[in-house]
């Protein structure tokens, strides 16, 4: 099976890059099965089911912008406002938080990238009392980063697809980061994240659960099955050691 997804037309003028910026849920650790799971649960008290179109249209967005997604697209409105939503998953969420593990790859490129000298930083969604939760396993990758944005950081006033977290997380690259931004390469597994990088005029690698429907990877300028796949030679970053 092909490991390589997808290839945007422009392979060729891929430009080198510099710095780099991973997405946290989804991409670095496996927390959206979290969501996932209890949104299904809620939403089976209404006779109703979760499903990934629905999924695809929450992901990667500040949990309020979620929640209005997810009451209003499923129905459930008059029920169950956007903030109850929240009140209720958060229980449930917090118990799974600190299971959190990180997805095949991830910690492998992150060592690499940081030991070869790389720029690399996370920008996320999440707010910081998730953050915390999520990463109390994992201090020795995130402490690898050179920042980290959070989606509750006061410069991000818009969630995913808005370039905010994205624009946030390059200006505190020393220098404030690398004028052409297209030399930025983002690691991305959400729709609304993949169009925030684009947005931000940033080159975007896709790791997409295998759920989600193909038609979102036509943003990406690379999409793969798992970080394992990605060369970073390719986009002339340091290579890996060959064994
Ligand atoms: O994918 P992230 O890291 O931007 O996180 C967004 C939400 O917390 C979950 O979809
Ligand atoms: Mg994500």
Redesign the pocket.
């Known amino acids: 099976m092909a490991k390589l997804l997808g290839e945007a037309p422009a392979r060729l003028s891929r430009p080198s890059i510099s710095h780099v910026i991973f ?5 670095l650790l496996d927390t ?1 099965k979290f ?1 996932t799971e209890v949104q299904e649960i809620i939403l089976a008290r209404y006779d109703k089911t979760f499903d990934w179109s629905l999924k695809a249209k ?4 500040k ?1 309020i912008e ?1 929640a209005h997604v997810f009451v209003e697209e499923s129905g459930i409105s008059e029920s169950l406002s956007p903030q109850q939503f929240l009140q209720e998953r958060e229980a449930m969420l917090q118990k799974l938080f600190p299971t959190s593990q990180l997805m095949p790859g991830a910690a492998a490129l992150v060592r690499h990238l940081g030991a070869n000298g790389i720029p690399i930083c996370v920008a ?3 707010q910081r009392s ?1 953050f915390e939760l999520k990463t109390q396993r994992h201090g020795d990758v995130f402490s690898l980063m050179n920042h980290i944005v959070l ?1 509750d950081d006061p410069e991000v006033k818009q969630g ?1 697809p808005s370039p905010d977290v994205f624009l946030a997380a390059a200006g505190r690259f020393e220098g404030g980061g690398p004028a052409d931004r297209r030399s930025i390469l983002v690691f991305e ?2 729709p609304s ?1 993949v169009t925030a990088a684009k947005n931000a005029g940033m080159s975007v690698v896709m790791v997409p659960d295998p759920r989600l429907d193909s038609s979102f990877h036509q943003m990406a300028d690379q999409v793969v099955e798992s970080l394992l796949d990605f060369d970073p030679a390719e986009w002339g970053l340091p290579p890996f050691c060959k064994d």
Do not use: P
């Open positions: 997405d946290m849920d989804g991409l959206e969501y929450m992901m990667g967005k949990a979620a996320t969604g999440s998730h989606g995913k597994d959400a994240g």
